[in-house]
C-alpha cells in the first residue's frame, strides 16, 4: 500500500511529497526547510531512497542539501537543468528571497526507473523550464508535474528556458495520455487529475 503525504514548504509554500511504500520512501521537490519531512520519515520508521527535483528553479531546491546530508538520499534532476545550477533562477536570490545552499547532484534520462521500490516513467516534460521532468508512478496512481500544470492553470512560461508552445505540446502528449483517474501533484496549490484538466483547464478548451 503506498501513501502520499504533502508538506507546503519554503517561503513560496511549494509543495513537498514524499511518497511512501513499505518502509522506503522518496521525496519530491522539497522547497524549504525539510524539518517536517524529517519527522515523518523518523516518526514512521522510514528510509529515504532518493530526492527528486521535477525542475530547478530554486522554490522547488531549498531543501536538497540539508534533506540529502540528513538521509544520504541523492538528489536527480533533469540534465537540460544543469545550467540553473549557475544562473539566479537556480540559485535563489530572486526577489529578495534568500539563496540556495549548494548541492551535490545527479541527472537522470527519461524512461523508466525504481525509486523506493516502484516502478517510476520519468517523463520529460519541458516548457516551464528546459529539463522539467514529470514523474509517473502507475502503482500509486499518481504523476508529480512541478510547475507544468496546475489545477485549472498552468505553468508560467516567462522565465527563462520557459516556451508555452512547448509546455502545451508537454501537456498534450505526455499528461493527457495518462490514465484519467491519475492524480497530478503540482508543484503548488491542490492537486488534480488528468481527466479533471483534460475536461476543465480553460488552457486546452477543445481538446
Do not use: W
Request: charged share 15%; aromatic share 10%.
Amino acid at each position: 500500500m503506498t501513501e502520499i503525504k504533502s508538506f507546503a514548504l519554503g517561503p513560496l509554500q511549494t509543495n513537498c511529497f514524499v511518497l511512501v511504500n513499505g518502509s522506503q520512501a522518496v521525496a519530491v521537490d522539497p522547497g524549504g526547510d525539510p524539518a517536517p519531512v524529517l519527522a515523518f520519515l523518523r516518526d514512521k520508521g522510514l528510509t529515504l531512497t532518493h530526492i527528486l527535483n521535477t525542475h530547478l528553479h530554486f522554490d522547488h531546491t531549498y531543501g536538497n542539501k540539508p534533506l540529502a546530508e540528513a538521509t544520504g538520499a541523492p538528489v536527480l534532476h533533469g540534465a537540460d537543468d544543469a545550467y540553473l545550477l549557475e544562473t539566479e533562477l537556480g540559485l535563489g536570490g530572486l526577489f529578495g528571497l534568500p539563496p540556495v545552499e549548494r548541492y551535490e547532484a545527479q541527472t537522470i534520462e527519461p524512461g523508466e526507473a525504481v525509486f523506493a521500490g516502484l516502478a517510476c516513467t520519468v517523463l520529460a516534460t519541458p516548457g516551464h523550464s528546459r529539463g522539467s521532468l514529470t514523474f509517473h508512478f502507475p502503482e500509486a496512481g499518481a504523476a508529480f508535474v512541478g510547475d507544468l500544470i496546475f489545477y485549472r492553470s498552468i505553468g508560467r512560461t516567462d522565465f527563462e528556458g520557459g516556451d508555452l508552445d512547448v509546455l502545451k505540446r508537454s501537456v498534450t502528449r505526455c499528461i493527457f495520455t495518462l490514465p484519467p483517474e491519475t492524480r497530478l501533484l503540482s508543484g503548488h496549490g491542490p492537486e488534480t487529475t488528468v481527466g479533471d484538466e483534460m475536461n476543465h483547464n480553460p488552457f486546452f478548451a477543445g481538446f
